[in-house]
């Protein structure tokens, strides 16, 4: 589907429909018809954005999740009232564009819905040429930067967990977010032994 320009996107009639993959399926922030679950094909779900700000500072940079190229990506699609619809598109862009890590593009989405119906949704791709792009880090690297983030919004491991989480209600699972939630379980000091934790 072509990408369709930045203002037709808060002027264009009807509902709109919005695809959540991280955080947005489990804190969305904005008012909302419908919610469906749904596929995405041609880009899969990543901790490929180092933040600076959310779960991260530019010293410290914790890791976020982007849409990445190849692949799919199962998530949520929110339908949003053509009334709202300048409000939400303004609201998603001072939370995900706040450096502009993503392209803000119109994706065919598939609902998993009973009539399988497949529609135009807003989505926030990654910018490969972005300087926060981290591309694919090995699974010792993105512990390490998740341990490390915390940013406005708070600890990255909290994000972490909290968008395996909201996997696991849609029933299906993220195998490398999964291993790193693991990872991350592991790593809690309240789950390590009473010396190990002196030691820390």
């Given amino acids: 589907m072509s990408e369709i320009t930045l203002p037709s996107i ?14 947005l399926m489990w804190r969305p922030g904005f008012e909302f018809e419908e919610r469906v679950p749904a596929r995405l094909v041609g880009e899969h779900r990543a901790l ?17 999740l982007g849409l990445d190229r190849g692949g799919a990506c199962r998530g ?19 939370r995900e564009q706040v450096t502009s890590v993503y392209r803000e593009v119109m994706r065919s989405v598939w609902l998993e819905n009973e009539a399988r119906d497949r529609v135009a949704a807003l989505a926030y791709v990654v910018d490969r040429g972005h300087v926060q792009y981290a591309g694919r880090l090995s699974l010792a690297d993105q512990h390490r930067h998740v341990i490390q983030g915390h ?7 909290d994000y972490v967990t909290a968008t395996v989480k ?23 000091p309240l789950h390590a032994p009473a010396s190990d934790q002196e030691n820390r």
């Fill in 151 to 157: 940013g406005q919004s708070g600890a990255n491991r």
């Fill in 10 to 23: 808060t002027t264009a009639k009807g509902d709109l429909w919005v695809f959540g993959y991280g955080s």
């Fill in 48 to 64: 490929c954005v180092y933040s600076f700000v959310h779960r991260g500072t530019p010293e410290k940079p914790g890791l976020v």
């Fill in 166 to 188: 909201a996997i696991e209600a849609e029933g299906f699972r993220d195998t490398q977010l999964h291993q790193l939630a693991a990872m991350l379980h592991d790593a809690h």
């Fill in 76 to 94: 949520i699609a929110f339908r949003v009232a053509e009334k709202n619809r300048a409000a939400v598109v303004a609201y998603l862009r001072e």
